[in-house]
């Protein structure tokens, strides 16, 4: 079942400058992941919130969770063209052994 | 070893024939997942092995088979494939078997093509 639906589904912007992705989801979930995919590679993992959890930080990357309104973000500060990837955001299927991801934002940072 | 691997990079192959494909990890981590992701859409699971064993196939096809053959290995054997099977492969591992519990590692993937 689909999951994550992310927004906007592309973005490009100018380096240096701040990134925001939101991502929605259907059900209740016990955490939300967010992954990175530089083009036809492998995902990376890059933070993961519990739903007790409302913020969290890692470096330049902070992700809020509202459980709420089945809602998080992804914003990512002071944008480097390494950044350019496309970012997928992911919930666990309640009660199942799986992840199922959103459709995924794909960042364009401009140098 | 903090890395998944996964050879062949790239694989051409035709409906006849058999060929597999094969991921390595040596984290100690108890699962292990095949996805399929076709360009600019989100990776899709296929299979779940749980301490070596099928734990989860989403209606994969017949053709596609996989194999664990221990905790480190995970292979997927595939046989008379169609054109529309192309895609990246990417195989990931978690610490447990919790699935969605826990952040997976994945591999580079392996990109599939077939003629």
């Known amino acids: 079942s689909q999951q994550g639906e992310e927004d906007p589904q592309a973005l490009s912007i100018q380096e240096g400058e701040n990134a925001t992705m939101n991502c929605s989801y259907k059900?209740?979930?016990?955490?939300l992941q967010w992954y990175r995919q530089n083009s036809g590679r492998g995902l990376v993992h890059l933070i993961l919130?519990?739903?007790?959890?409302r913020e969290k930080h890692s470096g330049r990357l902070r992700v809020t969770l509202d459980t709420s309104k089945k809602s998080s973000s992804l914003l990512i500060t002071a944008s480097r063209a390494a950044d350019t990837a496309s970012y997928f955001c992911?919930?666990?299927?309640?009660?199942?052994?799986?992840?199922?991801f959103g459709q995924g934002t794909r960042l364009t940072i401009n140098p | 070893d903090t890395e998944v691997t996964q050879t062949p990079k790239h694989l051409v192959m035709g409906m006849t024939n058999k060929k597999s494909l094969k991921c390595e990890q040596h984290?100690?981590?108890?699962?292990m997942y095949w996805y399929k992701q076709k360009a600019k859409k989100p990776p899709e699971l296929m299979f779940v092995?749980?301490?070596?064993?099928?734990?989860i196939n989403e209606s994969v096809p017949s053709r596609f088979s996989p194999e664990c053959p221990n905790s480190s290995l995970l292979n997927l054997h595939l046989h008379a494939l169609q054109p529309e099977d192309s895609a990246l492969y990417l195989c990931?591992?978690?610490?447990?078997?919790?699935?969605?519990?826990?952040?997976?590692?994945f591999g580079p993937g392996t990109r599939l093509t077939v003629l």
């Open positions: 990931a591992s978690s610490p447990q078997t919790s699935g969605g519990l826990d952040e997976q590692f």
């Open positions: 059900t209740s979930i016990n955490n």
């Open positions: 919130i519990r739903s007790n959890e």
């Open positions: 992911a919930t666990d299927d309640q009660g199942a052994q799986k992840l199922v």
């Open positions: 984290m100690g981590h108890r699962a």
């Open positions: 092995y749980s301490y070596e064993k099928l734990s």
